[in-house]
């Protein structure tokens, strides 16, 4: 049965412009498809609130809903969160007992250890401030002690003042006589978290929860050099670029004030991540 369009409309109570315009998209729809992909090619491990966050910083003006709704309709992956872990008991040094409430208040540091390619191993001594959740060093070398720790704190302090307190575990390099009397010497208090309890110092294991999933598990280092200059590059990116989940706030909406050129600006903020190849083979 053939019904004209005008009757069609009035019967189903719809303007006949309805039956006549194209739906379409914004204009800058492709483009901005097109700069979530390429970001999550280059951060996998990042879900759509960081890569939103890094938009806004190449100067887009979005919300986090039109992002995740772009991320779910192109099939991109949202990295699996840890499970949570409960505390069975709580030590003085414990990041409960103990939370930072400003800058130098309270730093923590702690060793993640790593190999090269060819099987030998190396250690990274990570030290972060736990109020501004800076990383404020990664000494990276095939072997760290006591004394390497002091050098690390002697620089920093004299950078950047000394903090009211030193968090660590128990291990062996910060327990020492030498670290402990020099960390008092200074007029910092140390801080140590109960045996076999590292989620008392939570602050620097999600950091290197971090450093091991966006950058360790995805690399590969030919020499120890290579590995100090990339691992040192990536802390000046966690520090500077990388979206951090409490610091979305309108200080990044201040720095992202609708530059001419979005597409510019993320060029500028993918220059800093190097290519994923050597000798010449991708």
């Not at 800076?134 to 704190?153: S, T």
């Not at 951090?244 to 500028?268: D, E, I, K």
């Amino acid at each position: 049965m053939r019904v004209s369009e005008r009757r069609a409309c009035a019967a189903l109570g719809q303007h006949r412009s309805t039956q006549r315009k194209v739906p379409r998209g914004r204009d800058d729809e492709r483009r901005l498809t097109a700069d979530i992909i390429e970001l999550a090619q280059q951060y996998g491990r990042y879900g759509y609130r960081k890569v939103a966050g890094l938009l806004r910083q190449a100067g887009w003006i979005i919300n986090d809903k039109r992002v995740e709704r772009i991320w779910r309709r192109e099939g991109l992956k949202v990295p699996n969160k840890q499970p949570k872990r409960g505390r069975l008991w709580l030590a003085d040094g414990s990041c409960i007992r103990l939370r930072p409430e400003q800058r130098n208040h309270v730093w923590s540091y702690d060793f993640v250890e790593d190999r090269t390619h060819d099987g030998r191993r190396y250690r990274m001594l990570n030290v972060i401030d736990e109020f501004t959740h800076e990383c404020l060093a990664i000494r990276v070398a095939r072997k760290l002690k006591a004394i390497d720790v002091i050098d690390v704190l002697s620089d920093l302090f004299i950078l950047r003042g000394v903090p009211g307190h030193v968090r660590s575990d128990n291990g062996p390099e910060f327990v020492a006589e030498a670290v402990q009397a020099w960390i008092t010497a200074v007029g910092a208090k140390t801080a140590y978290i109960e045996r076999g309890s590292p989620w008392e110092n939570g602050y620097v294991e999600s950091f290197n929860a971090r450093l091991r999933d966006e950058l360790l598990n995805g690399e590969i280092f030919y020499t120890l050099r290579e590995a100090q200059i990339v691992i040192e590059s990536w802390r000046r990116h966690y520090n500077t670029i990388r979206p951090h989940a409490h610091s979305a706030t309108s200080h990044q909406r201040q720095r992202c004030s609708c530059p001419p050129s979005p597409r510019g600006r993320l060029r500028s903020v993918n220059r800093l991540r190097r290519p994923r190849w050597r000798n010449g083979q991708p």
